[in-house]
């Protein structure tokens, strides 16, 4: 349900999404990030850079999306927390970062947050849209957020499939 919640936001957001810089991390089948390229958005898709398997499904995926890969759409490896080329590779010029369902593991919480903000402080006026299920009331990155100075805030989707008719 994360990406499609995730997907919703990108489609109530076309209209300012056209020429942006988009990094969708973790983005296993990537509908949200698919969606943004669909809408015109520069539109880089990440996964672990580890599992080329997977990397070379969500290739698959935006062939089949009718998306071509280093021309509509890129694909490029970024694992959490490991530090080094990829982030570089990706630029700083990012005008804003995705994830649906990055956070399903407490232990991985950390990682995520500190890649995104690295990723954050490279471009000073880019935002980072994470939706996630929550799986337990006992997990919090409140403490995380407070440790890498990030501010964050809720946004209810509910009200805005009601804006723009989706259900």
């Not at 209209?15 to 988009?22: A, E, G, T, W």
């Not at 698959?60 to 490029?76: A, F």
């Not at 490896?77 to 590779?89: D, M």
């Not at 010029?93 to 593991?105: A, K, P, Q, R, V």
């Amino acid at each position: 349900p994360s990406a499609k919640l995730l997907a919703q936001f990108i489609f109530y957001m076309r209209r300012c999404l056209p020429n942006k810089k988009i990094l969708e991390i973790g983005c296993g089948t990537s509908l949200p990030g698919i969606l943004a390229a669909k809408l015109r958005a520069n539109v880089i898709l990440s996964d672990n850079a580890f599992l080329s398997k997977s990397l070379a499904h969500i290739k698959r995926i935006c062939t089949y999306n009718k998306l071509k890969v280093g021309t509509d759409i890129s694909v490029k490896g970024l694992t959490w927390g490991l530090l080094g080329h990829s982030i570089s590779e990706i630029g700083s010029d990012l005008d804003l970062i995705i994830g649906s369902d990055c956070l399903y593991d407490l232990s991985i919480f950390e990682d995520v947050i500190s890649t995104i903000c690295i990723l954050l402080k490279q471009k000073q006026k880019a935002v980072a849209i994470i939706s996630y299920q929550l799986r337990s009331s006992d997990w919090s990155i409140e403490n995380l957020l407070k440790k890498y100075h990030l501010l964050c805030r809720n946004i209810d989707l509910e009200s805005i499939s009601e804006d723009c008719g989706l259900d």
